[in-house]
C-alpha cells in the first residue's frame, strides 16, 4: 500500500510540482496518472522511490515512511520498487540477460554487485522472467540490437528479477509506436493480474489510460484533480482536466502519438 498524507513538493525554483496530495493506493491496483505536460505526473511518480525529495508530508509504503527512511531502510524499501522509463534505461552494450540481471543487485552487498556474483537461482529467475515477457530467445543478445518494444520489455523483466511487487512506469510508451505501446501495456496489465502487482504508469493516451486501468489520477498545477474509475473519466472531467474542449483533448492524443511515432 503507498499512502500520500498531504504531500507537496516546491522546486528550489518556486515551481509547485505536488499540492496537497492525499490519497492511497492498495495493493494490486493498476493506477494510470494523466494531465498535461508539466501537470507533475512525474513529481509525484518519483517521490514513490523518493527520487524525488518531497518538501511537505509524508508518503507511506508497506507501513514504512520512505520519507523518513534511512539509508539501509531507503534501500530495502527501494528493492521493492521496480521502475521503468521512457529511455529504458538498459546497458546497451551488455546482453539481455545482464541487463535483466542487474535487477538483483540491490539484495547484493555492494562487492558482490561489482564482480557481478549471481546465484543460480538468479539465473534461473532471469529465464523465467524473460519467458513472461516473450523474450527468452534474446537472452544472449546484445540489448542493443532490440526493438524499442523489446528492450522495454527487457526492463519489465528486470523489474521481475527485482522482485518487485510496485512497479512504477514512468511514460514508458512514450518513444514507441501506438502498436507497440498497447502491447507494452497489455504485459504490465498481465503481471498486474497474474502476479498481483502495483502498477502505476504516467501516459499522456487517455485513450490508453482507460482501456487498461483500474483507477486514473489526473494532475493538474500539482493537484489530483480527478481520481476515480475509467468509466467516471467523462467528458466533463476531461474538460476539467485539460481546461479546454475535451474533442481537442483528442486531437491532442493523436497528434502527440503520431508525434511519438515519428521519434
Ligand atoms: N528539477 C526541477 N526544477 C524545477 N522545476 C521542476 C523540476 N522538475 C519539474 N519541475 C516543474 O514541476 C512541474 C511538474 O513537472 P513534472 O515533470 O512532474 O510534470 P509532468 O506532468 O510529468 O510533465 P510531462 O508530461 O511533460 O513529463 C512543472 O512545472 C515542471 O516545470
Not at 85 to 110: A, E, I, P
Request: glycine content about 8%.
Amino acid at each position: 500500500m503507498i499512502k500520500f498524507e498531504h504531500v507537496s513538493k516546491v522546486y528550489p525554483n518556486g515551481t509547485r510540482g505536488l499540492d496537497d496530495v492525499d490519497l492511497t493506493i492498495t495493493d494490486g491496483e493498476f493506477v494510470s496518472v494523466i494531465g498535461l505536460s508539466g501537470a507533475g505526473k512525474s513529481t509525484f511518480l518519483r517521490s514513490i522511490n523518493r527520487l524525488n525529495e518531497i518538501s511537505e508530508g509524508n508518503i507511506v509504503v508497506d507501513g514504512v515512511s520512505i520519507t523518513k527512511a534511512g539509508k539501509k531502510q531507503l534501500r530495502e524499501i527501494r528493492r521493492h520498487i521496480g521502475l521503468i522509463s521512457q529511455s529504458f534505461n538498459l546497458v546497451k552494450r551488455s546482453t539481455v540477460q545482464k541487463n535483466v540481471l542487474s535487477g538483483r543487485l540491490g539484495y547484493y552487498s555492494t562487492w558482490k554487485s561489482i564482480f557481478g556474483l549471481f546465484t543460480k537461482e538468479d539465473y534461473e529467475r532471469t529465464k523465467q522472467a524473460l519467458e513472461s515477457v516473450g523474450l527468452l530467445d534474446k537472452l544472449h543478445s546484445r540489448s542493443d540490437e532490440l526493438s524499442g518494444g523489446q528492450q522495454q520489455r527487457v526492463s519489465i523483466a528486470r523489474t521481475l528479477v527485482q522482485q518487485a511487487d510496485i512497479i512504477l512506469a514512468d511514460e514508458p510508451v512514450a518513444s514507441l509506436d501506438p502498436i507497440t505501446s498497447q502491447k507494452i501495456l497489455q504485459d504490465l496489465r498481465k503481471i498486474n493480474q497474474e502476479m498481483g502487482k502495483t502498477v502505476i504508469v504516467n501516459i499522456h493516451s487517455v485513450e490508453m489510460a482507460k482501456a487498461f486501468s483500474d483507477r486514473i489520477l489526473a494532475f493538474k498545477s500539482g493537484k489530483v484533480v480527478f481520481d476515480g474509475t475509467p468509466k467516471q473519466l467523462d467528458e466533463t472531467e476531461l474538460a476539467r482536466i485539460y481546461g479546454k474542449n475535451p474533442a481537442m483533448n483528442q486531437d491532442q492524443d493523436a497528434s502527440e502519438d503520431d508525434g511519438e511515432e515519428s521519434r
